[in-house]
Protein backbone atom coordinates (compact mmCIF):
# COMPACT_ATOMS: atom_id res chain seq x y z
CA UNK A 1 0.00 0.00 0.00
CA UNK A 2 1.64 3.45 -1.16
CA UNK A 3 2.39 5.61 1.96
CA UNK A 4 0.78 9.85 1.77
CA UNK A 5 4.35 10.37 1.31
CA UNK A 6 5.13 8.26 -1.82
CA UNK A 7 2.18 9.15 -2.87
CA UNK A 8 2.82 12.74 -2.61
CA UNK A 9 6.46 12.29 -4.40
CA UNK A 10 4.92 10.51 -7.38
CA UNK A 11 2.60 13.49 -8.10
CA UNK A 12 5.47 15.30 -7.99
CA UNK A 13 7.28 13.50 -10.35
CA UNK A 14 7.16 15.67 -13.95
CA UNK A 15 7.72 13.74 -17.54
CA UNK A 16 7.93 16.94 -19.30
CA UNK A 17 10.53 18.28 -16.47
CA UNK A 18 12.39 15.27 -16.64
CA UNK A 19 12.22 14.50 -20.43
CA UNK A 20 13.32 18.27 -20.67
CA UNK A 21 16.61 16.97 -18.20
CA UNK A 22 17.24 13.66 -20.60
CA UNK A 23 17.36 16.05 -24.00
CA UNK A 24 19.45 17.94 -22.52
CA UNK A 25 21.95 15.97 -21.11
CA UNK A 26 22.19 13.80 -23.76
CA UNK A 27 23.13 17.22 -25.88
CA UNK A 28 25.71 17.50 -23.95
CA UNK A 29 28.88 15.60 -25.22
CA UNK A 30 30.56 14.46 -21.98
CA UNK A 31 33.34 11.96 -22.74
CA UNK A 32 35.48 10.34 -20.23
CA UNK A 33 37.80 13.17 -19.20
CA UNK A 34 35.70 15.87 -20.56
CA UNK A 35 32.59 15.95 -18.09
CA UNK A 36 32.84 19.46 -16.76
CA UNK A 37 30.24 20.94 -18.83
CA UNK A 38 27.48 17.75 -18.11
CA UNK A 39 28.59 18.70 -14.82
CA UNK A 40 28.46 22.52 -14.66
CA UNK A 41 24.26 21.88 -16.21
CA UNK A 42 23.33 19.44 -13.69
CA UNK A 43 24.20 21.59 -10.75
CA UNK A 44 22.76 24.31 -12.01
CA UNK A 45 19.52 22.44 -12.57
CA UNK A 46 19.59 21.05 -8.69
CA UNK A 47 21.43 24.70 -7.50
CA UNK A 48 18.06 26.30 -9.18
CA UNK A 49 15.22 24.16 -6.98
CA UNK A 50 17.52 25.37 -3.72
CA UNK A 51 19.36 21.92 -3.26
CA UNK A 52 22.99 22.20 -2.09
CA UNK A 53 25.50 20.69 -4.14
CA UNK A 54 29.40 19.78 -3.31
CA UNK A 55 31.78 19.64 -5.44
CA UNK A 56 34.11 16.81 -4.60
CA UNK A 57 37.46 17.21 -7.09
CA UNK A 58 38.54 14.36 -8.65
CA UNK A 59 41.18 15.84 -10.77
CA UNK A 60 42.20 19.63 -12.82
CA UNK A 61 38.93 20.09 -14.12
CA UNK A 62 36.86 16.93 -13.00
CA UNK A 63 34.88 16.48 -10.21
CA UNK A 64 31.70 14.52 -8.71
CA UNK A 65 28.55 16.29 -7.15
CA UNK A 66 27.30 14.90 -3.83
CA UNK A 67 24.34 16.34 -2.10
CA UNK A 68 22.33 15.04 0.78
CA UNK A 69 19.13 15.41 2.64
CA UNK A 70 17.45 14.77 5.47
CA UNK A 71 19.22 14.11 8.89
CA UNK A 72 22.58 11.80 9.61
CA UNK A 73 25.03 10.16 7.59
CA UNK A 74 22.87 8.57 4.39
CA UNK A 75 22.82 5.09 4.14
CA UNK A 76 21.48 5.03 0.70
CA UNK A 77 22.72 6.72 -2.42
CA UNK A 78 21.80 7.35 -5.80
CA UNK A 79 24.81 6.63 -7.75
CA UNK A 80 25.34 7.98 -11.34
CA UNK A 81 28.11 8.56 -14.05
CA UNK A 82 27.48 11.44 -16.34
CA UNK A 83 30.29 10.08 -19.16
CA UNK A 84 29.96 8.77 -21.88
CA UNK A 85 32.21 6.87 -24.45
CA UNK A 86 33.48 8.90 -27.18
CA UNK A 87 31.21 9.76 -30.07
CA UNK A 88 30.87 7.53 -32.78
CA UNK A 89 30.41 10.46 -34.99
CA UNK A 90 30.58 14.02 -33.50
CA UNK A 91 28.15 15.15 -35.71
CA UNK A 92 25.79 12.30 -34.76
CA UNK A 93 25.94 12.00 -30.60
CA UNK A 94 22.73 14.21 -29.55
CA UNK A 95 19.23 13.40 -28.47
CA UNK A 96 16.36 12.60 -30.84
CA UNK A 97 13.07 11.55 -30.31
CA UNK A 98 10.68 9.43 -31.71
CA UNK A 99 7.21 7.70 -30.69
CA UNK A 100 8.55 8.19 -26.83
CA UNK A 101 12.31 6.71 -27.77
CA UNK A 102 15.15 9.11 -26.86
CA UNK A 103 18.04 8.14 -29.37
CA UNK A 104 21.37 9.34 -28.52
CA UNK A 105 25.21 8.82 -27.25
CA UNK A 106 24.33 8.11 -23.74
CA UNK A 107 20.83 8.16 -23.26
CA UNK A 108 21.24 4.18 -21.85
CA UNK A 109 24.62 4.32 -20.89
CA UNK A 110 23.55 6.44 -18.43
CA UNK A 111 22.15 9.67 -18.69
CA UNK A 112 18.72 7.86 -18.50
CA UNK A 113 19.33 6.23 -15.53
CA UNK A 114 20.66 9.96 -14.14
CA UNK A 115 18.02 12.10 -15.40
CA UNK A 116 15.36 9.63 -13.14
CA UNK A 117 17.63 9.80 -10.18
CA UNK A 118 17.86 13.85 -10.73
CA UNK A 119 13.99 13.90 -11.29
CA UNK A 120 13.28 11.66 -8.26
CA UNK A 121 15.43 13.93 -5.98
CA UNK A 122 13.41 17.24 -7.01
CA UNK A 123 10.02 15.52 -6.51
CA UNK A 124 11.62 14.04 -2.81
CA UNK A 125 12.66 18.01 -2.30
CA UNK A 126 9.09 19.04 -2.32
CA UNK A 127 8.50 17.25 1.01
CA UNK A 128 8.47 19.43 4.08
CA UNK A 129 12.18 19.16 5.53
CA UNK A 130 11.36 16.97 8.27
CA UNK A 131 9.98 14.06 6.19
CA UNK A 132 13.02 13.82 3.65
CA UNK A 133 15.03 11.18 3.93
CA UNK A 134 18.79 10.26 4.81
CA UNK A 135 19.28 9.62 1.47
CA UNK A 136 22.65 10.88 -0.80
CA UNK A 137 23.00 11.85 -4.71
CA UNK A 138 26.40 10.86 -6.53
CA UNK A 139 26.91 12.20 -10.10
CA UNK A 140 30.72 10.41 -10.69
CA UNK A 141 32.51 11.32 -13.36
CA UNK A 142 35.31 8.74 -15.22
CA UNK A 143 33.20 5.30 -14.88
CA UNK A 144 33.63 4.49 -18.47
CA UNK A 145 37.43 4.70 -18.22
CA UNK A 146 38.78 3.40 -14.43
CA UNK A 147 36.56 4.66 -12.62
CA UNK A 148 38.30 7.10 -10.74
CA UNK A 149 35.22 9.76 -9.37
CA UNK A 150 33.78 6.47 -7.70
CA UNK A 151 36.76 5.62 -6.00
CA UNK A 152 37.45 9.56 -4.87
CA UNK A 153 34.01 9.21 -3.52
CA UNK A 154 34.74 5.87 -1.59
CA UNK A 155 37.96 7.74 -0.23
CA UNK A 156 35.60 9.49 2.22
CA UNK A 157 32.49 7.44 2.17
CA UNK A 158 31.17 4.09 1.96
CA UNK A 159 27.63 3.96 2.40
CA UNK A 160 25.92 0.86 3.26
CA UNK A 161 23.41 0.10 -0.09
CA UNK A 162 24.09 2.55 -3.43
CA UNK A 163 21.45 2.10 -6.66
CA UNK A 164 23.80 2.22 -9.81
CA UNK A 165 21.33 3.43 -12.80
CA UNK A 166 23.39 1.33 -15.14
CA UNK A 167 20.68 0.04 -18.07
CA UNK A 168 19.11 -3.18 -16.80
CA UNK A 169 16.12 -2.96 -19.26
CA UNK A 170 14.37 -1.57 -15.46
CA UNK A 171 15.30 -5.23 -14.32
CA UNK A 172 17.01 -5.59 -10.91
CA UNK A 173 20.44 -6.92 -10.67
CA UNK A 174 21.56 -7.87 -7.12
CA UNK A 175 24.49 -9.92 -8.67
CA UNK A 176 27.10 -8.62 -10.70
CA UNK A 177 29.71 -10.20 -13.10
CA UNK A 178 33.40 -9.44 -12.43
CA UNK A 179 35.73 -7.90 -14.85
CA UNK A 180 39.30 -8.09 -16.21
CA UNK A 181 40.99 -6.38 -19.24
CA UNK A 182 44.17 -7.50 -20.43
CA UNK A 183 47.07 -5.51 -22.72
CA UNK A 184 49.41 -7.36 -25.21
CA UNK A 185 52.14 -6.35 -27.15
CA UNK A 186 53.78 -8.30 -29.58
CA UNK A 187 57.38 -7.53 -31.12
CA UNK A 188 58.36 -7.75 -34.23
CA UNK A 189 61.21 -6.94 -36.83
CA UNK A 190 60.56 -4.27 -39.64
CA UNK A 191 61.48 -4.62 -42.97
CA UNK A 192 60.72 -3.67 -46.36
CA UNK A 193 56.83 -5.99 -47.39
CA UNK A 194 58.23 -7.16 -49.91
CA UNK A 195 60.92 -8.80 -48.22
CA UNK A 196 59.08 -10.28 -44.96
CA UNK A 197 61.04 -13.71 -44.69
CA UNK A 198 63.77 -11.03 -43.46
CA UNK A 199 61.33 -9.17 -41.00
CA UNK A 200 59.25 -10.66 -38.50
CA UNK A 201 55.22 -9.64 -38.69
CA UNK A 202 54.37 -8.65 -35.42
CA UNK A 203 50.09 -8.99 -36.23
CA UNK A 204 50.79 -12.20 -37.34
CA UNK A 205 52.69 -12.84 -34.10
CA UNK A 206 49.17 -11.15 -32.13
CA UNK A 207 46.55 -13.81 -34.54
CA UNK A 208 48.68 -16.94 -33.41
CA UNK A 209 48.78 -15.93 -29.76
CA UNK A 210 44.95 -14.66 -29.96
CA UNK A 211 44.44 -18.36 -31.85
CA UNK A 212 45.73 -20.15 -29.16
CA UNK A 213 44.25 -18.14 -26.34
CA UNK A 214 40.39 -19.01 -28.29
CA UNK A 215 40.89 -22.50 -28.30
CA UNK A 216 41.77 -22.63 -24.35
CA UNK A 217 39.88 -24.67 -22.00
CA UNK A 218 39.23 -21.62 -20.29
CA UNK A 219 36.88 -20.51 -23.01
CA UNK A 220 34.67 -24.09 -23.05
CA UNK A 221 32.18 -22.61 -20.39
CA UNK A 222 29.02 -21.43 -21.12
CA UNK A 223 28.81 -17.88 -21.93
CA UNK A 224 26.77 -17.04 -18.75
CA UNK A 225 30.47 -18.28 -16.82
CA UNK A 226 32.71 -16.39 -18.75
CA UNK A 227 32.31 -13.69 -21.59
CA UNK A 228 35.67 -13.48 -23.91
CA UNK A 229 36.24 -10.54 -26.31
CA UNK A 230 38.90 -9.08 -28.55
CA UNK A 231 38.18 -5.27 -28.11
CA UNK A 232 41.07 -3.47 -30.07
CA UNK A 233 43.76 -4.59 -32.11
CA UNK A 234 46.33 -2.30 -33.53
CA UNK A 235 49.79 -1.81 -35.16
CA UNK A 236 52.47 0.62 -36.41
CA UNK A 237 51.97 2.08 -39.41
CA UNK A 238 55.20 3.20 -40.89
CA UNK A 239 54.54 2.73 -45.15
CA UNK A 240 55.38 -0.56 -47.05
CA UNK A 241 57.08 -2.46 -44.63
CA UNK A 242 56.32 -5.82 -42.49
CA UNK A 243 54.98 -4.00 -39.24
CA UNK A 244 57.37 -4.57 -36.07
CA UNK A 245 54.72 -3.96 -33.20
CA UNK A 246 51.24 -4.59 -32.93
CA UNK A 247 48.47 -4.07 -29.68
CA UNK A 248 45.59 -5.77 -28.55
CA UNK A 249 43.24 -5.31 -25.75
CA UNK A 250 41.15 -8.30 -24.10
CA UNK A 251 38.00 -7.85 -22.18
CA UNK A 252 36.68 -10.83 -20.11
CA UNK A 253 33.34 -10.60 -17.74
CA UNK A 254 33.49 -13.45 -15.22
CA UNK A 255 30.41 -14.25 -13.49
CA UNK A 256 30.30 -14.18 -10.00
CA UNK A 257 31.16 -17.59 -9.22
CA UNK A 258 33.74 -17.53 -11.51
CA UNK A 259 37.01 -16.93 -9.27
CA UNK A 260 39.45 -14.56 -11.10
CA UNK A 261 42.64 -15.18 -10.05
CA UNK A 262 42.07 -18.95 -11.05
CA UNK A 263 41.25 -16.80 -14.58
CA UNK A 264 44.28 -15.12 -14.72
CA UNK A 265 47.10 -17.91 -13.26
CA UNK A 266 45.01 -19.46 -16.52
CA UNK A 267 46.02 -16.95 -19.22
CA UNK A 268 49.73 -16.47 -18.39
CA UNK A 269 49.77 -20.13 -18.39
CA UNK A 270 48.25 -19.81 -21.96
CA UNK A 271 50.70 -16.83 -22.28
CA UNK A 272 53.72 -18.50 -21.37
CA UNK A 273 52.79 -21.74 -23.66
CA UNK A 274 52.66 -19.32 -26.08
CA UNK A 275 55.89 -17.97 -25.54
CA UNK A 276 57.26 -21.81 -26.34
CA UNK A 277 55.31 -22.35 -28.84
CA UNK A 278 55.11 -19.76 -31.19
CA UNK A 279 58.49 -19.28 -33.21
CA UNK A 280 60.25 -15.46 -32.57
CA UNK A 281 56.93 -14.65 -29.50
CA UNK A 282 58.12 -11.50 -28.09
CA UNK A 283 55.07 -11.09 -26.30
CA UNK A 284 54.03 -8.73 -23.05
CA UNK A 285 50.81 -9.05 -21.07
CA UNK A 286 49.69 -7.11 -18.76
CA UNK A 287 46.34 -6.93 -16.54
CA UNK A 288 45.52 -3.66 -16.95
CA UNK A 289 42.27 -4.49 -14.52
CA UNK A 290 40.52 -6.69 -12.75
CA UNK A 291 37.45 -6.89 -10.44
CA UNK A 292 35.94 -10.16 -8.78
CA UNK A 293 31.97 -10.15 -9.54
CA UNK A 294 29.57 -10.31 -6.43
CA UNK A 295 26.24 -12.05 -5.24
CA UNK A 296 24.04 -9.97 -2.68
CA UNK A 297 21.54 -12.05 -1.02
CA UNK A 298 17.69 -11.12 -2.39
CA UNK A 299 16.13 -10.94 0.69
CA UNK A 300 17.09 -7.30 1.94
CA UNK A 301 15.25 -3.92 2.77
CA UNK A 302 15.25 -2.88 -1.16
CA UNK A 303 13.93 -6.04 -2.53
CA UNK A 304 10.71 -5.71 -0.25
CA UNK A 305 10.62 -2.44 -1.84
CA UNK A 306 10.41 -3.36 -5.23
CA UNK A 307 8.30 -6.48 -4.75
CA UNK A 308 5.46 -3.36 -3.53
CA UNK A 309 6.16 -0.80 -6.45
CA UNK A 310 7.17 -2.87 -9.56
CA UNK A 311 3.57 -4.22 -10.12
CA UNK A 312 2.38 -1.17 -9.71
CA UNK A 313 4.34 0.30 -12.13
CA UNK A 314 3.47 -3.23 -14.50
CA UNK A 315 7.26 -3.97 -14.10
CA UNK A 316 8.48 -7.43 -14.31
CA UNK A 317 9.92 -8.50 -11.26
CA UNK A 318 12.88 -10.48 -12.72
CA UNK A 319 16.54 -11.25 -12.09
CA UNK A 320 19.31 -10.66 -14.29
CA UNK A 321 23.31 -10.64 -13.47
CA UNK A 322 24.79 -7.92 -14.51
CA UNK A 323 26.83 -8.81 -17.33
CA UNK A 324 29.08 -5.53 -17.68
CA UNK A 325 31.25 -3.71 -15.54
CA UNK A 326 30.63 -0.95 -13.62
CA UNK A 327 31.24 1.33 -10.76
CA UNK A 328 28.99 -1.39 -8.63
CA UNK A 329 32.60 -3.72 -8.65
CA UNK A 330 34.19 -0.52 -6.94
CA UNK A 331 31.42 0.19 -4.22
CA UNK A 332 30.76 -3.62 -3.86
CA UNK A 333 34.99 -3.84 -3.06
CA UNK A 334 35.14 -1.20 -0.63
CA UNK A 335 31.94 -2.59 1.26
CA UNK A 336 28.50 -1.32 -0.09
CA UNK A 337 26.19 -3.32 -1.51
CA UNK A 338 25.24 -2.18 -4.78
CA UNK A 339 21.62 -2.93 -6.80
CA UNK A 340 22.23 -2.03 -10.08
CA UNK A 341 18.67 -0.80 -11.76
CA UNK A 342 18.37 1.97 -14.66
CA UNK A 343 16.39 2.50 -17.77
CA UNK A 344 17.60 1.01 -21.68
CA UNK A 345 19.59 -2.06 -22.20
CA UNK A 346 23.08 -2.92 -22.43
CA UNK A 347 22.36 -4.13 -26.15
CA UNK A 348 22.61 -0.73 -27.65
CA UNK A 349 24.90 0.62 -25.31
CA UNK A 350 27.63 2.29 -26.97
CA UNK A 351 26.67 1.82 -30.77
CA UNK A 352 25.08 3.83 -32.98
CA UNK A 353 21.76 2.92 -31.93
CA UNK A 354 21.90 3.45 -28.05
CA UNK A 355 18.44 4.10 -27.03
CA UNK A 356 15.64 4.17 -23.89
CA UNK A 357 12.14 4.83 -23.89
CA UNK A 358 10.65 7.50 -21.44
CA UNK A 359 8.42 5.36 -19.65
CA UNK A 360 11.49 3.34 -18.46
CA UNK A 361 13.01 6.63 -17.52
CA UNK A 362 9.99 7.83 -15.77
CA UNK A 363 9.69 4.39 -14.23
CA UNK A 364 13.48 4.94 -13.06
CA UNK A 365 12.19 8.00 -11.39
CA UNK A 366 9.10 6.47 -9.68
CA UNK A 367 11.38 3.42 -8.46
CA UNK A 368 14.49 5.24 -7.23
CA UNK A 369 12.09 7.93 -4.71
CA UNK A 370 10.00 5.02 -3.60
CA UNK A 371 13.20 2.87 -2.39
CA UNK A 372 14.83 6.17 -0.93
CA UNK A 373 11.75 6.76 0.90
CA UNK A 374 11.38 2.95 2.28
Known sequence: MMTPRLEQVWKAIDPQRLRRTLMEMVDIYSPSGKEEDIQLYLEERLSAAGIPVHRQVVEEE????????????????????????AAWDIEEYAAAEEWGVVRGLGSADMKGGCAAMVEAWLALATLPEEQRPALGLLLVV???????????????????WVVIGEPTSMLPAFSHFGYMEVSLVTQGRRIHSSLPELGHNAIESMLRVLLQLACSPLFEQ??????????????????????DRCEAL???????SVNSGEIRRELEATFDRARITI???DLEANFDFEASGYQLD???????????????LNLPLEFVPFRSHSD??????????????????????????????LAEVEAAARIYAALALR
Open 298 to 312: VENRLMAVLEEVCPR
Open 62 to 85: RYNLVATMGEGEPSLYLVGHVDTV
Open 279 to 281: EGL
Open 222 to 243: EPSQLVYSIREMSSSRAGFVVP
Open 328 to 357: GNLFYQAGSMPLILGPGSLETAHTAEEQTS
Open 250 to 256: IDLHLSP
Open 142 to 160: GEEENGDGSLRFLEETCPE
